[in-house]
């Protein structure tokens, strides 16, 4: 199928999308909040650079995109534009995401996945997802993924 829009177009829409404060993350951040947990946001000299920081929990959380990390979900579709550019850049993206992952536990934080399938669509269970997070917070537990 050929791009409904001309290259130079394609470009501007791609570079318009936000790497920060996503509608996804805002809403995580809001739903957090109002169970009465504190944060940071993107504290640079952690790896990864995670979106929302919990220093009391000793906890991060990311808030992935289905697209740009790659996640096996009805979201995410291969670009049938530049197969091989697209492939490349999701294929690093997701070998940082788990070099970060990595890094951090093994430094001795606790490290939460919010997938945005898990956010979007009619019928999801934004509480649920809430609840998820809070119970995994005032937990031990070293890793949460949450996901479709």
């Given at each position: ?33 109002r169970h009465g ?30 697209f740009w990390h ?75 993924e949450v996901r479709?």
């Open positions: 199928m050929v791009d409904v829009v001309d290259n130079v177009t394609r470009s501007r829409m791609m570079s318009g999308i936000r790497g920060r404060d996503t509608k996804p993350e805002i809403l995580i951040r809001s739903l957090l909040h947990f504190r944060f940071r946001l993107y504290v640079h000299d952690l790896p990864g650079k995670p979106d929302i920081v919990l220093p009391r929990y000793h906890a991060v959380v990311f808030v992935h995109g289905c790659g996640h096996d979900c009805p979201l995410f579709k291969w670009p049938r534009s530049r197969p091989e550019f697209w492939r490349e850049k999701i294929k690093r993206n997701q070998e940082n995401d788990n070099r970060a992952r990595e890094a951090l536990l093994a430094s001795g934080w606790r490290v939460g996945v919010v997938w945005e399938c898990v956010l979007r669509g009619a019928g999801k269970n934004i509480e649920g997802v809430a609840q998820s997070l809070a119970d995994w917070l005032r937990s031990d537990t070293p890793l949460i479709e």
